[in-house]
Nanobody, 116 residues
Framework: VQLQASGGGLVQPGDSLTLSCAAS??????MAWFRQAPGEEREFVGR????????YYADSVKGRFTISRDIAKNAVLLRMNTLKPEDTAVYYC????????????WGQGTQVTVSS
């Protein structure tokens, strides 16, 4: 099982960016996004239930970020709008099964830098 994250880059404040996380081999109960800024602990961004399409977001991104499914590609997308410098981080996708409380499956991370 592999999670492949992509789509990071350098953008200006106020710009939008979409990250993708493709899962090979299977689907998962929950797919999520986390981020880690330099010198900071990893932070939960949001998650989506693959079967119910139910989303949940951290307060810091609610209203600006949206997670959606790309069923044809077995992937989840993280659409980030109105980006701020404090959104700068390495973004990771993760996945778990219904019976797990932690995320045992992780992608390799993709860098997002928001700077003027």
């Amino acid at each position: 099982v592999q999670l492949q994250a992509s789509g990071g880059g350098l953008v200006q404040p106020g710009d939008s960016l979409t990250l993708s996380c493709a899962a090979s081999g299977r689907t998962f109960y929950i797919m999520a996004w986390f981020r880690q800024a330099p010198g900071e602990e990893r932070e939960f961004v949001g998650r989506i239930s693959w079967s119910t399409d139910t989303e949940y977001y951290a307060d810091s991104v609610k209203g600006r970020f949206t997670i959606s499914r790309d069923i044809a590609k077995n992937a989840v997308l993280l659409r980030m709008n109105t980006l701020k410098p404090e959104d700068t981080a390495v973004y990771y996708c993760a996945a778990r099964n219904a019976y797990e409380s932690e995320y045992p499956y992780w992608g390799q991370g993709t860098q997002v830098t928001v700077s003027s």
